[in-house]
C-alpha cells in the first residue's frame, strides 16, 4: 500500500517533525510512505535517503493529479494558515478549498483520506483561547469541506472513498519539540512540582497511537467520520509526568483545575495580600502623612520585606506551567485502544 503524506505548509511548517516520525513509523510498520513536498527546498527539510517524494502543489489541479494517481492513501498532515506564510484568512481559505477539492477528486476511487486535525477544533469546549481563534475556523473548515466532497463524489461518481478526520491531541513522540521540552523541565530530578490537576484528563496522544489508528483505517477495522485521537484510555496528567520523569524523581502536583485547589500563582498572591491586610493598622497611621508617591515607595518596601521568604519558597515551587494543563478532556469516539501496559513496552 502506497500512502501520500500532503503537508500544505511545506518547510514552514511546525507539524515538519510529526510528518518526519510519521514517516519512519509507518514505513516500519510495512507500509510505502511517500511524502508530497510543495517544492525543493521542503523535500530537503523532510526526505532522508530512505524515502523518496514527490514534489507537487496540491491546490493545482495538474500536480495533483500527477502526485496522487498511485496513492492508495493520503494522509493530510496541515493546512494553509491564516497566518504567516499565506498571511490572509481569504487566500488561505482559496488554498484550503482547491486543497481539498483535489484531494478528493484525483485520489483513487477506493482510496482512503485522512485528515490529521487537531482537538483546538472543539474550540470554546476545549479551553477559552480557542473561541475566536482564525486557525480553529480554517482547521473547521478543512473538517467540513472534506467530509462533504467525499460524501458527494461517492454519491454522484459511485466511488467508495473513505474519509477520516482525526482530531489530535498533545501529540507527544521521540521527534516532538514539547517532548523534548517536557523532558528537559524534568530531568532535574529530585523534587518536582508540577502546577496541575494531576487527576485530570491530559489530551495527550503518543505518536505511536496515531500510527494505529491509521492501521486500523487502513484495514477498514473503523468506519469512516470524526475520531478524537488521545491515547486510549486517556493518560492523566500524573502518568504524562511520571512517564517523562527520572525514576528516583518525586512528583508533586498542586492542582490549578478543578476541587478548589489553587495554583502556585494564585497562592503567591494570597500570601502578599494576606501580609498587607495584617499590616494595615501599622501602615495607615504612617502613610496619612506622606505623599502618592512615597506611599507606594513604603508598600513596596514594606510588602518585599514581610513576605520576601514566603513567595521565595512558592516560587522554588512553581515548577513546570503549561498551557495545556487547564485544558477540559477532549471528547468524541476514539480509536483505537492501546493499553498502558502496551506503551511502557515500546
Partial sequence: MKIGLVNAMGLNSADA??????????????????????????????????????????????????????????????????????????????????????LVKYSKRSSVIIYISSISSLGK????????????????????????????????????????????????????????????????GGEIYVDADGDLESNVVHIEHIVRAIQTCKNGKTNPGVYTVVNSPQWSWKEVIEYYAPKESLVQFYGSSGNNKKSIVDMIWSIAWRVARTQKDRLVPLLTYMSEERNMQVVNKHLRGESKDAIKNLRKKAGIQLDIFSYSPARGKMIPKIELEEMEEE
Fill in 125 to 188: 469546549k476545549l479551553s477559552k483561547k480557542y473561541e475566536k481563534d482564525s486557525l480553529v475556523r480554517e482547521k473547521l473548515f478543512v473538517e467540513k469541506r472534506l467530509l462533504k466532497e467525499g460524501l458527494r463524489w461517492n454519491r454522484k461518481y459511485k466511488n467508495q472513498k473513505k474519509i477520516y478526520v482525526f482530531r489530535v491531541g498533545h501529540v507527544m513522540g521521540n521527534m516532538q519539540k514539547q517532548t523534548r521540552d517536557l523532558q528537559n523541565m524534568l530531568n532535574k
Fill in 17 to 102: 517533525m510529526l510528518e518526519m516520525e510519521l514517516c519512519l513509523l509507518l514505513q516500519k510498520s510495512g507500509m510505502e510512505v511517500i511524502p508530497i513536498i510543495q517544492s525543493e527546498i521542503g523535500s530537503a527539510a523532510i526526505v532522508n535517503g530512505d524515502f523518496s517524494c514527490i514534489v507537487a502543489d496540491m491546490t493545482v489541479e495538474e500536480d495533483a493529479s500527477r502526485a496522487l494517481s498511485e496513492m492508495d492513501m493520503v494522509i493530510l498532515i496541515k493546512e494553509a494558515t491564516p497566518r504567516a506564510p499565506h498571511g490572509q484568512p481569504d487566500m488561505a481559505r482559496e488554498m484550503n478549498k482547491n486543497l481539498v477539492n483535489n
